[in-house]
């Protein structure tokens, strides 16, 4: 199992940048058509893609 957190620094659609706290150069270009954050009401009413600056952990 791998663990990554970040923070989303450039969107572009339903692929993005996700951005550790540990330099300009260390992240991942992340393509996750398949990748939303569910609804957290009373802040959005329907699942999204993430935009910039969602703060996310991703576990595969």
Same mark, same amino acid.
Request: aromatic share 14%.
């Given at each position: 199992?791998v663990?990554v !957190? /970040?923070?989303?620094?450039?969107?572009?659609?339903?692929? &993005?940048?996700?951005?550790?706290?540990?330099?300009? &150069? !260390? /992240?991942?270009?992340?393509? /996750? *058509?398949?990748?939303?954050?569910?609804a957290?009401? *009373?802040? &959005?009413?329907?699942?999204?893609?993430?935009?910039?600056?969602?703060?996310?952990?991703?576990?595969?």
């Open positions: 199992m663990t !957190s /970040g923070k989303v620094t450039e969107a572009f659609g339903d692929t &993005w940048y996700l951005q550790d706290d540990y330099g300009a &150069w !260390s /992240g991942l270009y992340v393509v /996750g *058509p398949d990748v939303v954050i569910p957290n009401i *009373p802040y &959005w009413n329907t699942d999204r893609q993430p935009e910039v600056g969602d703060v996310l952990e991703l576990i595969n």
